[in-house]
């Protein structure tokens, strides 16, 4: 999205990287059926400016749980979980606590992948290297060292979606358990070694060798961050390292099965079931959208200091993963995205002209607060004469807010739109925050 009137100009990415202060970006980009190409750009650390290659390590962030949903059904398919059944009774070492809102409803395989089940915690913090790292049944309680929540239920199952990183924790649980061995152990048989992602891990920490390939975190600043990146024990919901090429075996796995072709790890039944919308836009590990003559099917990651973007189609053979190592990736992802899809013809990511019309400081300063947006912190800030949206949902990052109309405005970093909510003595009780089909609600805190 673009603001209308504004210079029209093709520039260099690596002047976009300069503008966004992203060192370094990686693509594999997906079209008729294979890989067409795969390249990187930049650097893996700031400081010491070595170049990146395509086989350079990312953080995936939440790329982890498409993936955790494939070992998660592969162990459905052979029958040692169920989508439907109670997940208490699939689990030995430990039991989601029971109350009026678990008793409403069930909280099974299906709802936990589908962020359906009414699970709190939308996502990790990480933790720096050195720092004691917690045991999953330690995340799951809340327990010390975990700087995090325990992961409960206080939304009846199956009433809402809501984004839940606390699920695929428990989901976590569910296939150690079901396999009988280590989660990252059985990713790495069941999805990674079958797909040929040679360059992936779940391994927490990160392994010497792979320490050496991998790209540091960057913050918004553009500097690396102390350490070089945060670690995720959280690891179905957020712990995999991979490549743009090796995330793109994925794509084209789900392509052919969905196809009807030779899967590695799932049939054309359960792809099928992966990419059948439940609750919000989301399948079974998948946003997903039905286009007439074709489904995309995607996610983007986050953590801090990296930020990523999974993109396929079904029926067309296309698709492209974008990699960055830096807090400020998700408004070049989305260039990049625009970018592609004028040159391959895709039905999404067209560049769409809006007008702004002015806005002034008094309206800004009435917008700017704290809000709450799908449980998590969402912030809107007047600065510079300018009024600014930042969250982490979304991978959006901070971007600039344009006004479209009273109190509608539009971004052009991503196409995500914000109409704010009056009471009636006429102070901002919240926005509504509409992106793609979808519609999210958010209150004001401040």
Request: proline share 5%; hydrophobic share 40%; glycine share 12%.
């Amino acid at each position: 999205m673009v603001v209308k009137g504004s210079p029209e100009r093709k520039m260099a990415l690596e002047e976009r990287m300069a503008f966004h202060r992203v060192p370094a970006v990686s693509i594999a980009l997906i079209d008729q059926g294979r890989i067409a190409w795969a390249r990187a750009y930049g650097v893996v650390d700031a400081a010491n400016q070595r170049p990146v290659t395509p086989t350079t390590l990312f953080q995936a962030g939440s790329i982890s749980k498409p993936l955790s949903a494939l070992g998660a059904l592969h162990l459905v398919e052979q029958g040692r979980l169920s989508l439907e059944a109670d997940a208490n009774d699939q689990l030995a070492s430990w039991e989601i606590p029971q109350n009026a809102f678990t008793r409403a409803g069930t909280i099974n395989l299906r709802r936990l992948l589908n962020h359906s089940a009414g699970v709190t915690v939308h996502g990790y913090n990480g933790y720096a290297p050195g720092q004691p790292l917690p045991t999953l049944l330690q995340v799951l309680d809340g327990i010390a060292p975990a700087n995090s929540e325990p992961v409960r239920v206080d939304i009846a199952p199956g009433s809402a979606w809501r984004y839940s990183g606390g699920g695929y924790s428990i989901v976590q649980l569910m296939v150690a358990e079901a396999s009988g061995q280590p989660f990252e152990r059985y990713l790495d048989t069941a999805v990674l070694q079958p797909l040929g992602m040679t360059h992936s891990t779940y391994a927490v920490p990160l392994p010497e060798g792979a320490a050496s390939q991998a790209a540091s975190a960057h913050d918004g600043a553009g500097q690396a961050l102390a350490g070089r990146w945060r670690l995720y024990p959280e690891s179905a919901a957020a712990g995999l390292w991979s490549t743009p090429s090796d995330l793109a075996q994925v794509i084209l796995e789900v392509q052919r099965a969905e196809a009807g072709g030779p899967g590695r790890i799932l049939s054309r039944d359960m792809v099928s079931t992966m990419l059948t919308r439940g609750l919000g836009e989301y399948g079974l590990g998948f946003f997903v959208e039905h286009l007439g003559d074709r489904t995309s099917f995607s996610h983007s990651g986050g953590t801090e200091g990296f930020r990523s973007q999974l993109y396929g189609y079904t029926r067309s053979g296309q698709g492209v993963v974008v990699m960055t190592n830096s807090i400020n990736g998700a408004a070049l992802i989305d260039e990049i995205l625009c970018s592609i899809a004028a040159e391959y013809g895709w039905p999404e990511f067209q560049v769409v002209e809006k007008t702004a019309i002015p806005t002034d400081a008094a309206t800004n300063r009435l917008l700017a607060g704290d809000y709450r947006l799908l449980d998590q912190p969402a912030h809107v800030v007047a600065e510079g004469g300018r009024l600014y949206f930042q969250s982490d949902l979304f991978g959006a990052g901070r971007m600039e807010l344009f006004r479209e109309s009273g109190d509608s405005f539009f971004m052009t970093a991503q196409d995500m739109s914000i109409r704010f909510g009056r009471d009636d003595d006429g102070t901002i009780a919240g926005f509504d925050l509409i992106r793609g089909a979808g519609t999210y609600a958010a209150h004001r805190t401040h």
